[in-house]
Each structure stands twice: as C-alpha cells, then as structure tokens.
C-alpha cells in the first residue's frame, strides 16, 4: 500500500508537468497554473502519506523481530552462572554511552510523545493539502484581484502547513520506531533475567529532535504570515520570502529525519553488539 501511494503521487506531479509544459507552449490558459500548484503539492503529500504506510509496516515488523529474538536467544546463548553483584552503572560500548540496569527502562518522554502524535499528524496533514487544492480550483475561476491575492496566499499556506504536518508525522513514527527499539531491547534482555544494557540518546537524536520541532514551528510561522499577506497592500513582496520561508521549514524537517534514521542505524548497531555479546558471554 506504500508503495502504490508513493507511486500515485509521483503520477500526480508527473500530471502537473504536462499541464504546465502545454501551458508554457501556450496551448493552455495560464489560469490553468493556481491548480496545478495545487495539485502537485497533493502529489508530494501523497508521496509522504506513502512513506508513513510504509514505517508503520516497520513499526510491525519491528515488533516480530522482538519476539524472534526473544524466543530464540535462551536457547542459543551460552550458559553461565549469574553474577553474584552486579555494579548497576553507567558503562562504555563502541556506540557511546548506555546505562546498565535491573528492569528494562521505560520509554523518554519524547518517544512517548511519539507514539501518540503521529497519527493526528498523519491524519491532519493530507486534510490540510487537499483543503489547499480546492482553494486553488477555487481561484482558478475568481476574477476579481484581491480575492485572488487572497487564495493564493491560503493556498500555499495551508498546502505547505499540511506538508509540515506530514513530515512531523513521518518524524513522530521514526521515534515510534526508536521506542520499540528500546522498549523491546530491554524486554528481551529481561525475560533473560540478565542485566539490561540500554543505549543513552545519543546527540544525533538530540538534534533530531531540535529540528523536527523547530522545523514545525517555522511551517505554523509561514501558516500565519501567509495569513497576513493575504490582505496586504504589496503582497508580491510578502510572496518573495515566504516562499523560501516555507521551503526552509521542510528542509529543516527533512534534515531532522536524516539524523533520526542515522539514530536508528546506530541503535541497531548497538543491538546487534549486545545480542552477539550475550550469545558469547551469556550474560
């Protein structure tokens, strides 16, 4: 399903192309430009709702691999008597720092925070993108100036308000991806009855999470000024910046879901050591 909807949405901007191909050909109205604008924006949406079907199937799979590995490492591990003290500490691996407990730790409070807001994210951001493509049908056939202006500022400050929203969706479900990981590193080593090694946030993730709110904020700025310039007097001045404005907060964004999928890759790295250094040591 991820994959058919990405692909959709490829089509979708595919679609726009020829339209303003013919367009710039003069074999269209160039009134024909306010929709497709609309519509190749749900064509990015709709490439991001493809990639959050696609991480909630990992979310998924995710999961089957806990219970694999839970099933199967207490047979092969190797068999050692438990250590009498165990020094719960801090302690050094060759992915940084982690913490060396009695219980599995229970979820950070961003990783929480993930797992219930990316689905009203998910949910709210395709609303917002086709709310911004039907203001541009809309404008396609108003004639009179200021309510053009006017359309054409709410409809880039929506649309892009809605893929702001798509990217923080598609951010919340990779920590939802990181708090599985934790939490069901943790339960595996516990049902082992050993001690849990569990990796600390590591400064990739203190900076994803810097960018996917900062990115967010700077996408409800441009939601507000395009608001504002909706009414000016010169809105072709207002028009000049924040159209970088809003690029700018999807970059920001796209750039914190570089540094989460890093985060992921050494977190699986640091799983990996502990999984081979149980199966070594047994403990």
């Given at each position: 399903m991820g994959v058919a909807t990405g692909l959709g949405g490829v089509a979708l901007v595919v679609a726009t192309l020829v339209?303003?191909?013919?367009?710039?050909?003069?074999?269209?109205?160039?009134?024909?430009?306010?929709?497709?604008?609309?519509?190749?924006?749900?064509?990015?949406?709709?490439?991001?709702?493809?990639?959050a079907l696609v991480l909630t199937g990992i979310v998924v799979r995710l999961w089957m691999r806990v219970d694999a590995v839970e099933a199967?490492?207490?047979?092969?591990?190797?068999?050692?008597?438990?250590?009498?003290?165990?020094?719960?500490?801090?302690?050094?691996?060759?992915?940084?720092?982690?913490?060396?407990?009695?219980?599995?730790?229970?979820?950070?409070?961003?990783?929480?925070?993930?797992?219930?807001?990316?689905?009203?994210?998910?949910?709210?951001?395709p609303m917002l993108v086709v709310i911004g493509l039907v203001l541009s049908l809309?404008?396609?056939?108003?004639?009179?100036?200021?309510?053009?202006?006017?359309?054409?500022?709410?409809?880039?400050?929506?649309?892009?308000?809605?893929?702001?929203m798509l990217l923080a969706g598609i951010s919340f479900l990779l920590g939802t991806i990181l708090a599985g990981l934790r939490e069901g590193g943790g339960e595996v080593q516990q049902s082992l009855g050993i001690a849990v090694k569990t990796?600390?946030?590591?400064?990739?993730?203190?900076?994803?999470?810097a960018l996917m709110f900062g990115?967010?904020?700077?996408?409800?700025?441009?939601?507000?000024?395009?608001?504002?310039?909706?009414?000016?007097?010169?809105?072709?001045?207002?028009?000049?910046?924040?159209g970088p404005m809003r690029e700018l907060s999807l970059g920001i964004l796209l750039s914190g879901i570089v540094l989460a999928l890093f985060t992921i890759g050494t977190v699986l790295g640091f799983q990996h050591w502990r999984i081979k250094e149980i199966l070594e040591t047994g403990r």
């Amino acid at each position: 399903m991820g994959v058919a909807t990405g692909l959709g949405g490829v089509a979708l901007v595919v679609a726009t192309l020829v339209v303003n191909v013919l367009v710039a050909s003069g074999r269209a109205d160039i009134d024909n430009l306010l929709w497709t604008f609309g519509l190749t924006t749900v064509g990015f949406g709709t490439v991001k709702a493809g990639i959050a079907l696609v991480l909630t199937g990992i979310v998924v799979r995710l999961w089957m691999r806990v219970d694999a590995v839970e099933a199967a490492l207490p047979r092969l591990r190797a068999r050692v008597e438990p250590e009498a003290h165990v020094p719960y500490e801090e302690i050094e691996t060759p992915f940084g720092r982690a913490t060396l407990t009695e219980r599995a730790p229970g979820l950070l409070p961003p990783q929480a925070m993930a797992r219930i807001m990316w689905k009203p994210m998910i949910l709210m951001g395709p609303m917002l993108v086709v709310i911004g493509l039907v203001l541009s049908l809309i404008n396609t056939g108003a004639d009179d100036p200021e309510t053009r202006q006017a359309l054409a500022a709410w409809t880039q400050g929506t649309q892009f308000l809605g893929e702001a929203m798509l990217l923080a969706g598609i951010s919340f479900l990779l920590g939802t991806i990181l708090a599985g990981l934790r939490e069901g590193g943790g339960e595996v080593q516990q049902s082992l009855g050993i001690a849990v090694k569990t990796l600390r946030m590591p400064a990739s993730a203190k900076a994803f999470l810097a960018l996917m709110f900062g990115g967010f904020l700077l996408g409800l700025a441009q939601f507000v000024l395009y608001g504002i310039a909706a009414y000016v007097d010169d809105p072709a001045t207002w028009f000049a910046w924040l159209g970088p404005m809003r690029e700018l907060s999807l970059g920001i964004l796209l750039s914190g879901i570089v540094l989460a999928l890093f985060t992921i890759g050494t977190v699986l790295g640091f799983q990996h050591w502990r999984i081979k250094e149980i199966l070594e040591t047994g403990r």
